[in-house]
């Protein structure tokens, strides 16, 4: 027996597949689809995974609240002070920042207020800031918001309607990049002046205060400290917010999970019709084979090859569609299951992720299992006397 | 040689009941002779060829060609001895209908991964031989009854095979294209194939060329 490829059973395994072309493009058609399901699924995950592990490594260590009423209220700015005299607390901001929900496209802006002297909390706003014009009423928004703004004719400034229904111009000073798009797609950035002037805010208020400790492993501690000294605040520390955001997008998950379970069950009804026998004409096939003097591991080299072939091809077709879908296309209709974990909705670009990881679970859960479909049928046939196949 | 040694053969109806297809056979088919087994349907002839070509294993006794035992030949031993040795020319054919007449010609050769030239050599010699090689693209489904026998038959042949077994070769051909085919067992025997025909056409009976005619009754050998 020689080892090298046999071209002739390959050739063979082709014209094979040509001969049941409607029932192998059927079959193709199927197994290209549910692999570009799962693919694309895979994809936008790792990409939101992604988004999300960078905007969770910059979030603030704590943040002090104010409530009312059960809801998010502004805070005294002079607790600051009662903050910073807290033992092991290094720095304390006072943000102002708040939702401007623009009705023309019916998106919310995250608004953000910085000062020129002020520490920033975020590596993105510390590199902006220096580039920002504190005289001027000027703002510096991200990609998405540009976009928005761009398609209602807002090219170079936008009013902001304030609570007292007057308008406040300020003008668009520039495009900022971030780290991740989720965290700044929607981000408008300005002089916390400007802003308090547009959420008719006080300067003796903030939205919140965001508090750094010396040392990480103190969070906790720091966060007590603060509950204690300040019992009407909410004291939210970093690890809170990433199980939030967790179970946040733990709940898309389970979309996510049921969309996988839907695809994975009708892979499965195929592949067990498929493994509950082979047609009789098959089988007839087979029995031919094997009394023509085919061995028992010719006719499943040959099987192998189909159904490699067929596989192979629609898990390459399904990923290579996937791959533009979700990259490309950025993933129109499925993505909306899964991003929109807050209510903006600002355009959002899924960055390109590459994990072999996930190439090789969809190719597990894909080809294997198609071949091994086929090659157990077929080996059950192939072992039967041929005589009996036959008759 | 092939010897048939106290050969009996059951078929397993269900779990409880079986069938004796043949029993306690004995006989010897010696190298180059054309034996005709004759008798009506389902008197055992079949089954005798379906042990002779290790399509299936007797109940009891032994099958010996040429001094090996087959009848307990492991899957795969079996299938290289049914390549090496035999021919087989199905009542119904057996040719895959989608394919070319070449294609269905080729079909045994295709494990052997023999090189281009040996193959078309082998292809070209049976085409020729039975004249066939004008059909070699026509898919088989579209060919008539007398040439989808004439590509069984070149199919048979193409590994050379020593022993040539035809199962009521004739069941679907007229008396013109019957004939046809006696006339190629006439050549087969020329070229000193062992020939074993189960039938019970009465063209085949009485023919000069035939060495032997064997009766087959109720699973057993009347000689």
Redesign the interface.
């Known amino acids: 027996m020689s080892s090298k490829i046999n071209f002739y059973l390959l050739e063979f395994a082709i014209n094979s597949i040509l001969r049941e072309r409607y029932k192998n493009l059927f079959i193709t058609i199927v197994l290209t689809l549910l692999t570009f399901l799962l693919s694309s699924m895979f994809f936008i995950t790792n990409s939101i995974k992604y988004e999300l592990n960078a905007t969770l490594d910059s979030l603030p260590q704590i943040i002090v609240q104010n409530s009312k009423a059960g809801r998010h209220y502004d805070i005294e700015s002079s607790k600051l002070d009662e903050i910073l005299t807290i033992s092991g607390v290094s720095e304390a901001v006072s943000r102002v920042w708040g939702y401007y929900y623009f009705a023309n496209a019916d998106v919310y802006f995250t608004l953000i207020g910085v000062d020129e002297f002020e520490e920033q909390y975020k590596e993105t706003l510390s590199n902006l800031t220096p580039k920002m014009d504190f005289t001027q009423d000027s703002m510096y928004v991200g990609k998405g918001v540009k976009e928005i703004l761009n398609s209602s004719y807002y090219k170079e400034y936008f009013n902001f309607i304030k609570p007292d229904g007057s308008v406040k111009k300020v003008n668009i000073a520039g495009v900022f990049d971030s780290n991740t798009e989720l965290e700044s797609n929607d981000v408008i950035v300005m002089s916390k002046e400007n802003l308090r002037e547009i959420f008719e805010l006080d300067e003796s208020s903030a939205t919140d205060i965001v508090v750094k400790v010396s040392n990480l492993n103190e969070i906790d501690t720091v966060a007590l400290k603060i509950k204690q000294k300040l019992p009407e605040t909410r004291v939210i520390t970093n690890e809170e917010l990433r199980v939030s955001y967790e179970n946040l997008f733990n709940y898309k998950g389970g979309v996510f999970l049921a969309l996988f379970i839907v695809s994975i069950f009708t892979f499965f009804i195929i592949i067990y019709d498929r493994a509950s026998g082979l047609s009789s004409e098959a089988k007839r096939e087979v029995g031919i084979l094997k009394a023509i003097g085919w061995r028992v591991e010719d006719v499943l080299k040959e099987k192998f090859y189909e159904s490699f072939i067929i596989s192979f091809f629609a898990y390459f077709l399904g990923v290579s569609m996937a791959f533009a879908f979700v990259y490309l296309l950025q993933a129109p209709l499925l993505r909306d299951v899964f991003i929109g974990y807050t209510d903006l909705k600002p355009s959002f670009e899924l960055p390109f992720v590459f994990d072999i990881q996930t190439l090789v679970l969809v190719f597990f859960l894909s080809v294997p299992i198609y071949i091994a479909a086929i090659i157990i049928p077929s080996w059950r046939v192939a072992t039967l006397d041929a005589d009996e196949v036959i008759r | 040689m092939i010897t048939l040694k106290n050969v009996t053969k059951r078929y397993k109806l269900n779990k409880v009941d079986t069938i004796t297809a043949v029993e306690d056979i004995n006989i010897t088919f010696n190298e180059g002779e054309i034996i005709v087994l004759k008798g009506a349907s389902g008197s055992g002839k079949s089954t005798i060829l379906?042990l002779i070509?290790a399509?299936?294993?007797p109940t009891s006794g032994e099958v010996i060609v040429d001094t090996k035992g087959i009848s307990k030949l492991p899957?795969?031993f079996a299938?290289?001895y049914?390549?090496?040795n035999?021919g087989?020319i199905?009542q119904k054919y057996?040719?895959?209908p989608?394919?070319s007449v070449q294609?269905n010609i080729?079909?045994?050769?295709?494990?052997l991964?023999l090189n281009a030239e040996e193959?078309q050599k082998k292809l070209h010699f049976v085409m020729e031989m039975y004249k066939i090689e004008h059909k070699k693209d026509t898919l088989v489904r579209n060919l008539s009854g007398g040439e989808q026998q004439r590509v069984a038959i070149a199919?048979a042949n193409v590994?050379n095979p020593k022993i040539i077994i035809a199962d009521e070769p004739t069941a679907n051909l007229d008396e013109k294209l019957s004939l046809h085919f006696i006339e190629m067992l006439r050549e087969l025997k020329a070229l000193g194939k062992t020939v074993i025909i189960a039938t019970h056409d009465p063209l085949f009976f009485d023919l000069d060329f035939i060495d032997r005619e064997i009766e087959v009754h109720n699973g057993k050998l009347l000689l």
């Open positions: 379906s070509a399509l299936s294993k899957d795969n299938s290289i049914r390549r090496d035999i087989f199905f057996n040719l895959i989608n394919i294609e080729l079909t045994p050769l295709i494990p991964n193959l199919r590994n």
